[in-house]
């Protein structure tokens, strides 16, 4: 079975640009997550849909982070306009859809984002 | 709000040595508990797993017991590799969520 499987893996871009993520989640999995992380510390959700529904943007910064979930199935995460504090680990994963305790969710092996 | 607590690294131990990596966490109620492991330039991967109080998650040679009274949930291995030298997180799902919340992570090394 295919895992989550992201692109792309690594992107340089300059302040100021955009850019965008792109992520498949494992089949028949309907939760999605995006996650956030910095450099030496664990992964922060950034947001999490249920099918094509966003449940928990909570702490996604939404003056430049947009996310969409078309058909519930592929995701995209963008940035525009990027900083350098942008810099980091840009991790997908997914679930299946029973939001129970001790759902495993399995991770993509993440999009690594170098602002300059 | 819910958070997990790590000791921090890095762990440098040498092959054979037992390892514990400490995790202790804040939650409301009964949350599930897990522990990944990150090897270098590679995505997060599930090590193991406990989803009540006195289970115990096992995979690997790792072990970790989920104990309610003193809010933890240790890794412990009696035997390391050079081959388990990666990051290790612990994290919690929360009963009323379906996400994860993590510690900031213990980097372990070991040497031959």
């Known amino acids: 079975e295919a895992g989550v499987v992201q692109s792309p893996r690594y992107k340089i871009i300059e302040k100021k640009q955009p850019v965008a993520f792109w992520c498949n989640p494992i089949s028949g999995h309907n939760t999605l997550y995006w996650y956030r992380q910095n450099l030496g510390q664990g992964p922060e959700l950034l947001i999490r849909y249920e099918n094509e529904e966003a449940v928990d943007d909570s702490q996604l910064p939404k003056d430049r982070f947009s996310a969409e979930r078309l058909k519930g199935v592929d995701s995209t995460l963008k940035i525009q306009p990027a900083e350098l504090g942008d810099s980091a680990v840009y991790l997908c994963?997914?679930?299946?859809?029973?939001?129970?305790?001790?759902?495993?969710?399995?991770f993509g092996e993440g999009s690594w984002l170098t602002v300059v | 709000g819910d958070s997990v607590t790590q000791m921090e690294g890095p762990v440098t131990l040498s092959e054979e040595a037992f390892l514990t990596i400490n995790c202790t966490y804040t939650?409301?109620?009964?949350?599930?508990l897990f522990w990944y492991v990150q090897y270098p330039g590679e995505g997060l991967q599930l090590l193991l797993k406990a989803t009540k109080a006195d289970d115990k998650g096992s995979n690997k040679g790792f072990e970790a017991t989920y104990r309610k009274e003193t809010t933890s949930f240790h890794l412990e291995k009696g035997s390391v590799q050079v081959s388990d030298s990666a990051v290790y997180f612990c994290a919690l799902s929360a009963v009323y969520g379906n996400k994860l919340v993590f510690g900031a992570g213990t980097i372990l090394r070991v040497k031959s």
């Open positions: 939650a409301t109620g009964y949350p599930s």
């Open positions: 994963a997914s679930s299946l859809e029973v939001p129970s305790s001790g759902n495993t969710i399995y």
